[in-house]
């Protein structure tokens, strides 16, 4: 799949040595790079636009009170009041997600969440924290998210399987959500991208055809922006449900 | 038949499945819209359901799309 000639959507996403620390892997590739910048730049942010404290937010103040007030919103809707004691785990899970897949939008920029490594390690952390707060607050009362109420005792069993099964698969559903989304976006953009350059190589009427697949490039970039907002506010919200089964199990 | 063209016959019926995946995300909007309009004023209140909603249904359109990517590009 090197031929020259033939669009290359996959190159994208190889990961590069920037400050290698031997042959151990473990120094500073692409990916690790913009997973700093991610953090760094939301860091800065929010430290720099909420120093002065003002009682009446200036305009880099008031975008952190918005996101602060949209994510609150959206624990205690689902998790309830109780569920504020996970609002800087969530808050960091949306910003991080939401700031990974925006630096992504930036050409040349590496994507860090087109990697299922990445996507699938936040998910195991939200998985393990669901389990693990739900036996130290619940205890073995925990197990009672396996049995809904009202199930007659004769199914009793299948429905239970069915429901260790489908809280077992949820964080493969949550890592593969974000990271095909992500994935697929960043694919057809550089195979509609692609196109243009080989419609461009057919000459003056290639060049006026060219319009077309440029157009559909403009348009799938708008959706990649709202794609990406879009997943790291169902990541978020997805992470409050569940943490939501941790704090009140039983449905 | 050689292992390329199975692949490439793979990556084309896992496509199919993005057919259900599209009759969901379109059931989830149209069944809004027609509740929208007959209740606008409880609209709003139910977007973020909607786009909820909208997101875990697209997930497994996504899937499928995936499975056509692995058999391209990773087997």
Redesign the interface.
């Known amino acids: 799949m090197a031929d020259p000639n033939v669009v290359d959507p996959i190159h994208q996403f190889a990961i590069t040595d920037i400050l290698p620390i031997g042959n151990s892997g473990l120094g500073i590739t692409n990916a690790a790079l913009f997973m700093i910048l991610t953090t760094g730049l939301i860091s800065a942010y929010l430290i720099i636009s909420t120093q002065r404290r003002s009682l009446v937010p200036n305009r880099l103040q008031l975008v952190s009170e918005m996101l602060y007030e949209f994510v609150a919103n959206m624990v205690t809707g689902s998790a309830g009041r109780e569920g504020m004691k996970f609002f800087p785990f969530v808050f960091s899970l949306f910003m991080f997600v939401l700031v990974a897949n925006m630096f992504g939008m930036i050409p040349f920029f590496f994507t860090v969440t087109s990697h299922i490594i990445v996507t699938f390690a936040l998910a195991m952390l939200v998985f393990i924290v669901v389990v693990v707060y739900g036996f130290v607050r619940n205890g073995p009362k925990f197990l009672k998210l396996f049995v809904p109420s009202g199930v007659p005792m004769y199914i009793l069993p299948l429905v239970a399987v069915i429901e260790v099964i489908s809280f077992l698969s949820r964080p493969i559903s949550l890592s593969v959500r974000l990271f095909a989304n992500i994935l697929a976006g960043h694919i057809t953009l550089k195979v509609f991208a692609g196109f243009v350059v080989s419609m461009g190589g057919l000459g003056f009427l290639g060049w006026l055809g060219a319009l077309l697949p440029l157009a559909l490039t403009v348009g799938i970039t708008a959706l990649e922006f709202l794609v990406a907002a879009l997943q790291a506010y169902v990541f978020a919200l997805l992470t409050s449900m569940y943490l939501n089964d941790a704090i009140h199990p039983g449905h | 038949m050689e292992a390329e063209a199975a692949k490439f016959i793979g990556a084309g019926l896992a496509c199919f499945g993005m057919a259900g995946a599209a009759i969901g995300v379109a059931n989830i909007f149209s069944n809004f819209l027609s509740g929208a309009l007959r209740n606008p004023a409880a609209a709003p209140g139910q977007f973020?359901n909607l786009?909820?909603g909208f997101?875990?249904t697209?997930?497994l359109g996504?899937?499928s799309?995936?499975v056509a990517?692995l058999l391209l590009?990773v087997v």
């Open positions: 973020s786009i909820f997101a875990v697209e997930a996504i899937f799309f995936l990517l590009f």
